[in-house]
């Protein structure tokens, strides 16, 4: 069984960054996407930034050029740098990997980091 674990949220100033971390767990066989969504309250859950198994990134348009979806080489492991954050970014992130592990293919996601970019 995957687990992800997410870390890094915090409250921070509008302005300010933050490094948000997924580290997995458990047996994994290849990975066909990571990526980072987020929910504000009241909201749907949005994806922010994908990172296909091929290294392609994408981002929604209201975080390009400020946040920059990465992966530590070697490892299954991903980050979302947030620059210039912004009240608009306050919201839960969360983790999204779509694997292969010992049940076969299937999204896994982690249980969710909150961010609050306020004054």
């Known amino acids: 069984q995957v687990q992800l674990v997410e870390s890094g949220g915090d409250v921070v100033q509008p302005g300010g960054s933050l490094t948000l971390s997924c580290a997995p767990s458990?047996?994994?066989?290849?990975?066909?996407?990571m990526g980072w969504h987020r929910q504000a309250l009241g909201k749907q859950r949005e994806l922010v930034a994908s990172?296909?198994?091929?290294?392609?990134?994408n981002y929604t348009d209201s975080v390009k050029d400020r946040f920059t979806i990465s992966r530590r080489y070697g490892t299954a492991t991903i980050y979302l740098q947030m620059n210039n954050l912004k009240p608009e970014d306050t919201a839960v992130y969360y983790c999204?990997?779509?694997?292969?592990?010992?049940?076969?293919?299937?999204?896994?996601w982690g249980q969710g980091t909150q961010v609050t970019v306020s004054s």
């Open positions: 458990g047996t994994i066989f290849s990975i066909y996407v």
């Open positions: 990172l296909s198994g091929d290294g392609k990134t």
């Open positions: 999204m990997m779509r694997l292969v592990g010992t049940r076969g293919l299937d999204d896994y």
